[in-house]
């Protein structure tokens, strides 16, 4: 229903804008079409077909497997083999949702409720919508079909950056040279150095990042070196990513 009021505002807002531009109905007489405005005709065919199919298709093809609605309600699609969710099982399972609802519903919302055809309109309809209660995976009939079913969506926050031991401010002061020879692989390397805490792999970056920046290496205090250079190494590609500017590693120029 959220992602259904969603297209609906969209063809609302699309509709208004024609309406400012003066674009309406009353321009298009019998089988005459004002100058201009068969290319607003088929712009709008596009629009409806788009709304109709390419909101699903766009939103759980992309890496979330979700469409706004259904990441408001913490729910996405997924492959049941566990594997990849491909693009034909999201095309299959959205195309079928027309012989399940839209295809019975229609029929009966255009005059085609009674008798024999309306009963058997009904009957269809209320075959597919009570469809995954009587599957153990309470599975809608696209989702049988393509392979695919709807799970929560385990809400994961971003990482903690690495904890750092308090240390004396001001103890190490990195410019601008310093901190560009680096990018991101490094500080990833440097935060797993730091994290298994031995003595000798310190030791050996310390040197190895002094070389690289025109440093003389001190000595007992490897690790409040490294972990003042990796604060601050993180803290200059975390400003340039707000940025748009990303730098891999240090070969990235």
Not at 99 to 121: K, N
Not at 177 to 183: K, T
Not at 197 to 218: F, H, L, S, T, Y
């Amino acid at each position: 229903m959220l992602d259904l009021a969603l297209i609906f505002l969209g063809l609302v807002v699309f509709s208004l804008i024609l309406a400012a531009l003066g674009i309406g109905i009353s321009q298009v007489e019998g089988e005459q079409v004002a100058p201009g405005i068969e290319v607003v005709l088929v712009l709008v065919i596009l629009l409806l077909f788009l709304a109709r199919y390419g909101y699903f298709l766009w939103f759980e093809i992309g890496p979330r497997g979700a469409t706004p609605g259904k990441r408001a309600l913490g729910i996405r699609v997924a492959a049941r083999g566990g594997g990849r969710l491909t693009a034909e099982a999201v095309i299959a399972r959205n195309l079928m949702r027309d012989v399940e609802v839209f295809v019975p519903l229609v029929f009966l919302l255009s005059g085609g409720a009674s008798g024999v055809a309306g009963i058997a309109a009904g009957v269809w309809l209320a075959i597919f919508v009570l469809f995954p209660f009587f599957n153990r995976d309470a599975l809608r009939a696209g989702d049988l079909i393509a392979g695919t079913w709807v799970v929560e969506a385990e809400r994961r926050k971003l990482p903690q950056a690495l904890s750092l031991t308090p240390r004396t401010p001001g103890t190490y002061r990195f410019g601008e040279a310093e901190l560009s020879v680096y990018g991101e692989h490094e500080l990833q390397v440097l935060e797993g150095v730091l994290r298994h805490d031995n003595a000798e792999a310190q030791r050996k970056v310390v040197e190895a990042i002094c070389r690289k920046i025109g440093w003389e290496p001190g000595h007992g205090d490897d690790r409040q070196f490294l972990e003042a250079f990796y604060e601050a190494l993180r803290a200059r590609l975390e400003s340039g990513m707000r940025f748009g500017k990303r730098k891999k590693d240090k070969f990235d120029r």
